[in-house]
């Protein structure tokens, strides 16, 4: 987790400590002057209330326009919103990736109730209480768009008549040679499978095994060691194993062997090794029995910076590719995640072949917990952006209704998304389900079901050198 998630964490904490406290002197308060029964049942309201509707991990106000920024030369439009359908204000620009700045304003029931948008055959939610600039994803409906029958409407709010409408123009990087890089495995399935399975040429590199957060392997009587173990080698299989069903071969698959939450170490001290905090080992070859290839680690076996960045290097080289596909540094917070675009900005400086753009996805946000907001299967609405971020371009292409359950099948084979919820996570999600009309998926319980399996895909792109 970054230093920043960190402070807004600990300030969200902070707040709900006081209101915790507050609310104990208050019901002490009813309980001596009133009835202890009283106090009881507002104890309990109370509680079904946060789990309804306070649970989520929203670090911002909802208030709060996001801030975005698009390149010089993106065509951009005034629409207007009339009579439940967008109304162009000149023929539409070429281009396949197209988004929608309008300000949306929460009615009272979008306190209580998640407001979305309809769209055409799509839906995009908001956060409760919204109010504020956002932007609506309306790609892969451009032919409704031009020809005026792009149907809007909305639900527990209202939308601004007059709105902007973005179109990015971008060749299709799925036919160009590839090159995503997975902090842990699933990371890639999670922001690219639906690139990936069409894709002429994609190599697939993940850099750590995975270890950490091992304690229901224990349950079959390891110690924690062991357990860390274990689940670094399920992991690992993953990670070469999981990407045969997009039509990745293992010829195609590299899995580094590092160590979870090691990564920024590593590149800070590049020389010292750094074993894995859980498991104890000190060497990555183990990890790497399954590659294709040999890389500059497999001398020694030290999990140390250098050796990170001389095998993103020497994969570079390899597989030379036209496209990178790397975590967001900027949007996703996660610290392995951060490290590992780092690591390859350092390896392209190593070697000698130069990707001309990189695709930079985030899978986890600093600001909110619950993004992409809403079911799963519908489109991706921009994150939130509360500071000023690079002014990068914008891919998202469009994933067909099978490729949505491909990708779900995808991520119900990786170990780290299987298992149920506990007890009190299944409870929060009834009570969420009664009272807040919240749904989530049949394919699996872990909440990247609902998060990672949408109409789209979303990344960033960036040019590299020049």
């Avoid at 639906?194 to 390891?222: K, N, W």
């Amino acid at each position: 987790m970054s230093a920043r998630k960190q402070r807004l964490l600990s300030l969200h904490r902070r707040h709900k400590r006081f209101l915790l406290l507050s609310g104990i002197v208050f019901l002490a308060a009813t309980a001596v002057v009133v009835a202890w029964w009283l106090a009881v049942v507002l104890l309990l309201c109370g509680w079904i209330a946060h789990e309804a509707w306070f649970a989520d991990h929203l670090f911002y106000s909802p208030r709060t326009d996001y801030q975005y920024s698009f390149p010089d030369g993106t065509a951009q439009q005034p629409v207007f919103l009339g009579e439940g359908r967008v109304a162009l204000s000149a023929p539409l620009a070429s281009g396949e990736t197209l988004f929608l700045e309008l300000l949306v304003i929460s009615s009272w029931l979008g306190r209580w109730l998640d407001p979305h948008v309809l769209i055409g055959s799509d839906r995009q939610d908001f956060e409760r209480g919204v109010r504020g600039r956002r932007f609506v994803n309306l790609s892969g409906q451009e032919a409704a768009l031009a020809a005026g029958e792009l149907r809007v409407s909305s639900r527990h709010c209202r939308l601004s008549a007059n709105a902007t409408l973005y179109v990015l123009r971008n060749p299709d990087y799925a036919g160009q040679r590839m090159m995503i890089l997975a902090p842990h495995a699933d990371d890639a399935e999670l922001a690219a499978f639906g690139v990936y399975r069409r894709a002429a040429a994609v190599s697939i590199v993940t850099l750590t095994q995975g270890e950490t957060e091992a304690g229901r392997y224990r349950r079959l009587g390891l110690d924690a060691a062991a357990a860390a173990r274990l689940k670094g080698r399920l992991r690992s299989w993953d990670s070469m194993a999981v990407p045969l069903w997009g039509g990745v071969p293992q010829s195609r698959c590299v899995q580094l062997g590092y160590h979870c939450m090691q990564l920024p170490a590593m590149l800070a001290d590049p020389g010292s090794p750094f074993p894995s905090r859980k498991s104890g080992e000190a060497d990555v070859r183990e990890a790497r029995q399954h590659n294709p290839l040999r890389l500059p680690a497999d001398a020694d076996g030290l999990p140390c910076g250098a050796n990170l960045v001389a095998d993103l290097a020497a994969l570079l080289d390899h597989f030379q590719p036209q496209v990178v596909v790397t975590p967001h540094p900027q949007l996703d917070p996660h610290v392995d995640h951060v490290a590992a675009t780092q690591a390859l900005e350092l390896a392209m400086r190593q070697s000698a072949w130069q990707p001309e753009v990189a695709l930079l996805y985030a899978n986890h946000l600093h600001d909110n917990d619950r993004w992409p907001m809403g079911p799963a299967g519908n489109g991706i609405a921009l994150p939130p952006a509360l500071l000023a971020l690079p002014v990068d371009g914008l891919w998202s292409p469009p994933l067909s209704p099978a490729a949505q359950l491909d990708k779900a099948m995808a991520l119900a084979m990786q170990h780290d998304l299987q298992g149920g919820l506990r007890c009190k996570q299944r409870l929060r999600r009834h009570i969420q389900r009664a009272l807040a009309a919240r749904r989530w998926p049949a394919t699996g319980a872990n909440e990247f079901f609902r998060k990672a399996v949408r109409r789209h895909e979303l990344f960033w792109v960036r040019r590299l050198g020049g």
